[in-house]
């Protein structure tokens, strides 16, 4: 069946790079997702990215797809402490979304 | 926009109750689901509807009964609760199976 492998856990000092990592299982998965959970709050979508391309940047945020190796990241540049949080990946196609079990990010200040 | 609504914030129950969780969504949202997250397991999908009067079981669909009269709300009900429904409720919306889905802030239930 259809599953979504994600890191645990990442730690990183403040104004580095994070890049969370993940893997998904089904090819005809046509959006693939990251989503971020702060403390006691729902999900919220950060940005998406269609099974077609490569690559999309949203600020300080930028996405990587390698459909072959069926992995995903999310970079996230210059990381702050609002930036602490559970991250999600998530893919989609004709079934419902099947989600990672979340990357928890760790800033340092 | 409200978005997704979902009530109550707080719960808690004793075995064997019964009770529903309410969600309701404003932006004609044609599908809803239902998850619960557990420490460790990530997401798990309960029950979806792809629209009015269609409903359909997820990964973990025991123990819960959804019903979908409106394109608005999708209630969860808990027909006899047990200490292994302790978690936390998310619904969510999309205007498609596959699409990007919208949060509510979630129901955090406790069965004594």
């Known amino acids: 069946g259809e599953d979504v492998e994600q890191s645990l856990f990442l730690s990183v000092r403040e104004g580095d790079s994070s890049v969370i990592n993940c893997t998904y299982t089904?090819?005809?998965?046509?959006?693939l997702y990251w989503y971020k959970q702060e403390p006691g709050a729902g999900l919220q979508l950060l940005t998406y990215?269609?099974?077609?391309?490569d690559m999309k940047q949203d600020q300080r945020l930028t996405v990587l797809l390698n459909k072959k190796d069926k992995h995903l990241s999310l970079r996230i540049a210059d990381t702050q402490t609002g930036d602490s949080a559970i991250y999600f990946c998530?893919?989609?196609?004709?079934?419902?979304?099947?989600f990672g079990k979340g990357t928890r990010l760790s800033v340092i200040a | 926009n409200a978005g997704v609504t979902q009530t109550p914030k707080f719960q808690v129950l004793k075995t064997g109750q019964s009770m529903t969780l309410q969600c309701a969504q404003d932006?004609?949202?044609?599908?809803m689901s239902w998850y619960r997250q557990d420490p460790g397991m990530g997401l798990r999908l309960i029950h979806y509807?792809?629209?009015?009067?269609?409903?359909d079981q997820g990964e973990v669909p025991n123990g819960y009964n959804v019903s979908r009269s409106t394109t608005e709300d999708f209630p969860l009900r808990l027909l006899s609760a047990a200490p292994s429904q302790t978690s936390v409720y998310f619904c969510?919306?999309?205007?498609?199976?596959?699409?990007?889905?919208?949060f509510g802030p979630g129901t955090r239930l406790t069965v004594t």
């Open positions: 509807s792809v629209g009015a009067g269609i409903t």
């Open positions: 932006m004609n949202h044609e599908y």
């Open positions: 998530a893919e989609g196609g004709n079934t419902p979304l099947v």
């Open positions: 089904d090819s005809s998965s046509t959006y």
């Open positions: 990215i269609f099974s077609n391309m």
């Open positions: 969510a919306s999309s205007t498609g199976q596959g699409r990007e889905q919208y």
